[in-house]
């Protein structure tokens, strides 16, 4: 079955720096990869995903992630923080032809002034 | 795009009664839904997955008699969480769609007193 590793469960940036968050994914077949974000009390919502053609993909707030098969990696970055980007972070991973998708543990963006 | 709705947003009930939340895809027929469960400052664990017509298909360790989940229309899967107690507090979470996007509803807190 599939599965994700979020690397860092708490990452703290100041405002105006790079993003990075780290995503690494397990899959027997080619996978279908998600970034959603989480805000207090709420729902999740869709930043980007990669399912087909191009590997660097631009998502919803400026960011974007790419996806390196030799890696098996899907790492998020933004080139500057903002404030309001400060909530938790999800990967995941869903497999071709099946519907169940697989989150990672999460990592919290806290963004310093 | 696509919306889930999910209610009640809030319960907080006694323990020993029982609570029932409703998904609800309002713009388009969800033969499959998913339920999940969020502990606080931890990642979404797949509890059951939902199939319209037929039963649902629980996660390894999700007790199916505790957790009661009915698909009855393309439209609407419920989850009842029955004999609630202090531990089942938590965050529920739904999600209906596709391989390629998944829609989350905008989640459940439960409080078990």
């Known amino acids: 079955a599939q599965s994700v590793t979020q690397l860092g469960s708490h990452v703290s940036v100041s405002e105006g720096a790079l993003v990075l968050l780290r995503c690494n994914y397990s899959s027997s077949v080619p996978p279908y990869l998600f970034w959603y974000v989480q805000y207090p009390n709420q729902g999740l919502q869709l930043l980007l995903k990669y399912t087909t053609g191009a590997t660097l993909v631009k998502g919803i707030n400026g960011f974007e992630a790419e996806f390196k098969k030799s890696e098996t990696s899907f790492h998020l970055t933004k080139p500057s923080a903002h404030m309001s980007d400060a909530a938790e972070y999800f990967c995941?991973?869903?497999?071709?032809?099946?519907?169940?998708?697989?989150f990672g543990a999460g990592t919290r963006l806290t963004v310093k002034p | 795009g696509a919306v889930v709705s999910q209610h009640p947003s809030r319960v907080i009930c006694k323990s020993g009664t029982s609570v029932k939340i409703e998904c609800r895809s309002l713009?388009?027929?969800?033969?499959?839904m998913f339920w999940y469960r969020q502990f606080p400052k931890q990642s979404l664990m797949l509890m059951a997955t939902s199939n319209e017509g037929s039963k649902a298909t629980y996660e390894q360790g999700v007790e199916k008699d505790k957790f009661l989940i009915n698909h009855a229309s393309l439209t609407l899967s419920t989850l009842t969480v029955t004999s609630a107690h202090p531990e089942d507090s938590s965050f529920y979470i739904c999600?209906?769609?596709?391989?390629?996007?998944?829609?989350f509803g905008q989640g459940t807190r439960l409080t078990v007193v």
């Open positions: 999600s209906a769609g596709s391989t390629t996007e998944a829609f």
């Open positions: 713009d388009f027929q969800a033969t499959t």
């Open positions: 995941a991973v869903s497999e071709r032809n099946n519907n169940d998708m697989r």
